[in-house]
C-alpha cells in the first residue's frame, strides 16, 4: 500500500525549531519527487518546500525561505523538514506530498498530515 | 508568480444537483492544472489532473475542463458524500499555486 505518514509535530514557542519527518512506503522511493504543503486554521493549501528525485535541488516558498530546510535519506525512504526560527502564523497541519516528474508536478499521494503549534 | 483564484467561495446545492466550481490563472498555465477534494480533518485527494484526466478511482460524476487560463470542475449529481472543500493547483510554473478553495455544502 502507497503510503506516506508524518511525525514530529507539537507546540513550540516562538523562534524555537522543530525537525519533521515523512516516511514513504509501498512504493520505489528514489524516482520521486517529494514536497512539504501546509493548511494554516481557516486558511487554504499552501506549497512550502520541494526536493528532487535525488536530494540535488530544493525549492522553498518565500514565507519560509532562509527558516527552512528539507533534506531526504534514501536509505531510509524518509524526506525531512527543518523549521527553525518559528513563528505564529507557521501554525498548521503539514502534510508531506508525492510529486512524479515524468508526470507533471500535481500531488498524487499525500500523508495524513501532523500539527505544527506555535504558541508562546 | 502565478495566481489562482476560484469561484464561488462556497455552494450551498440540493443532492442530484449539477455543481460547476471555476477556477481562473493569473497567465497562461496550459492544461497543467489538478483538483483536490479536502475533508474536514482530512488530508487532500486528488480528484483531476491535467485539466480533465480522472485520477484512478474517482467516480466518473466528477470531471474537469478548461485549458489556459479558465478552468471547470463539475460535479454531476450532487451526492451528500461530496461535501467537502475543492481546491485547483497550476504546476505549469514554479511555484506552484493552489486556488483558495471552494466549500461545497448540501442545502
Known amino acids: 500500500q502507497v503510503q506516506l505518514v508524518e511525525s514530529g509535530g507539537g507546540v513550540v514557542q516562538p523562534g524555537k525549531s522543530l525537525k519533521l519527518s515523512c516516511a514513504a512506503s509501498?512504493?520505489?522511493?528514489?524516482?520521486?519527487?517529494l514536497h512539504w504543503v501546509r493548511h494554516a486554521p481557516g486558511k487554504g493549501l499552501e506549497w512550502v518546500a520541494f526536493i528532487s528525485f535525488d536530494g540535488s535541488n530544493e525549492y522553498y516558498a518565500d514565507s519560509v525561505k532562509g527558516r527552512f530546510t528539507i533534506s531526504r535519506d534514501q536509505s531510509k525512504s524518509t524526506i525531512y523538514l527543518q523549521m527553525n526560527s518559528l513563528r505564529v502564523e507557521d501554525t498548521a497541519v503539514y502534510y508531506c506530498?508525492?510529486?512524479?516528474?515524468?508526470?507533471?508536478?500535481?500531488?498524487?499521494?499525500w500523508g495524513q498530515g501532523t500539527l505544527v503549534t506555535v504558541s508562546s | 508568480d502565478i495566481q489562482m483564484t476560484q469561484s464561488p467561495s462556497t455552494l450551498s446545492a440540493s443532492v442530484g444537483d449539477r455543481v460547476t466550481i471555476t477556477c481562473r490563472a493569473s497567465q497562461n498555465i496550459n492544461s497543467w492544472l489538478a483538483w483536490y477534494q479536502q475533508k474536514p480533518g482530512r488530508a487532500p485527494k486528488l480528484l483531476i489532473y491535467k485539466a480533465s484526466t480522472l485520477d484512478s478511482g474517482v467516480p466518473s460524476t466528477f470531471s474537469g475542463s478548461g485549458s489556459g487560463t479558465e478552468f471547470t470542475l463539475t460535479i454531476s449529481s450532487l451526492q451528500p458524500d461530496d461535501i467537502a472543500t475543492y481546491y485547483c493547483?497550476?504546476?505549469?510554473?514554479?511555484?506552484?499555486?493552489f486556488g483558495q478553495g471552494t466549500t461545497v455544502e448540501i442545502k
Open positions: 506530498a508525492r510529486t512524479n516528474p515524468a508526470a507533471g508536478y500535481y500531488f498524487d499521494v
Open positions: 509501498g512504493f520505489t522511493f528514489s524516482p520521486y519527487a
Open positions: 493547483q497550476q504546476y505549469n510554473n514554479f511555484p506552484w499555486a
